[in-house]
């Protein structure tokens, strides 16, 4: 149909998308566990300044958690649409075919 390519293009961009959000969820966790192993690592830290840090780090991780199942709740969403859209573009692009075609035939 004349669509699907629009439709393989919107995927793509949404598949895209995940790919680059995933990597930037690696690269924030690689980074809060750069900084809970150096603290742990550090002969100088006091233990208090330690724990306070794995807190810290801890208190980061549950947003970017619920960041993260919210993303992929709304990327699931947008693929839906996405596919309904594109439904709803053959169904139209058949049914004009089709006036097209009887207009043909009676004149």
């Given amino acids: 149909m004349v669509f699907l390519s629009t439709h393989a293009c919107l995927q793509a961009t949404s598949m895209e998308y995940a790919k680059k959000a995933g990597v930037v969820d690696e690269e924030i966790e690689d ?7 150096t603290a742990e690592r550090s002969v100088k830290m006091k233990k208090e300044l330690k724990q306070t840090i794995r807190y810290i780090v801890s208190t980061l991780r549950d947003p970017i958690v ?14 839906k649409l996405e596919k309904q859209v594109y439904d709803l573009k053959n169904i139209l692009c058949i049914k004009i075919y089709i ?5 043909l035939i009676f004149f």
Avoid: F
């Fill in 31 to 37: 980074a809060l566990h750069l900084i809970v192993r």
């Fill in 66 to 79: 619920k960041l993260h199942v919210s993303r992929d709740s709304k990327t699931d969403e947008i693929s």
């Fill in 99 to 103: 006036i097209h075609y009887t207009i």
